[in-house]
């Protein structure tokens, strides 16, 4: 059954919430099956699947693109739409480029940092909003924990309640120390979702790359759960060996018959 954003709201304090990111039908159609509840569409795809430097590139047809390919694969899964570099600029724009995202399959929208008057745009408009604080890649400089002195602590703990009070349903913190993160969260009202932000916030999330091992570099924080791409240059190089063999097809044929 598809959770709504309420019910993400209802499991603060009660239930962990473990988010996945997901670009393609077949890796959602998984973590559906794996009773993930929440899918986030992020722009990281153009960093892990596109091969970009940054996910400044990614544009709202990329992210219709993975978002309908995502929801072909998990039709009962509540996904979040990450929206691309400054198609939030304002609240005009994002809702806009909010409508798109919904069109193409998404349940709620993502947007970084402190646009409180476009939050309370959307969220007037009956589009579900999860906020973003700590690091926030459209606009960071770099990839380091942000908020280690007292003064970018107090701003982004001041960014954690502005995005609620615009009215947010949940909020991903990224790349912060473990203590702010504990005290948002307790000082909260919605969900707040770590990476990288310790062990005490009410749910966290993974880019699906990273759990998978699929890449050549991962974040510090981040688990690998497997290792897909040393798995992808096993069968490569199985079947290259074959084909040089010639044993494929010959090894399937035999399984499956003649081929007539
Ligand atoms: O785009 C993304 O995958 C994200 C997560 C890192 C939270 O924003
Ligand atoms: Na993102």
Redesign the pocket.
Known sequence: MKLQASDFVARKGLQPIAML?AYTCPVARALERAGIPVI?V???VGMVEMGFDS?RHVTLEHMEYHIGAVRRGAPDTHIVG?LPYRTDRDADTALASARRLIAAGADSV?LEGDKYEVIRHLVAHDIPVCG?TGLL?QTAKGFAKVGRSDAEAERIRQEAKGIEEAGAFMM?M?HIPYDLARAITAERGIPTIG?GAGPDCDGQ?L?INDALGLGDYWPPFSKQYARASDTILDVARAFSGEVASREFPNNIIKLTGTGS
């Open positions: 990111t986030l992020g722009d990281t996910t990450d993502k973003h890649p991903v990224e990476i999330v880019v």
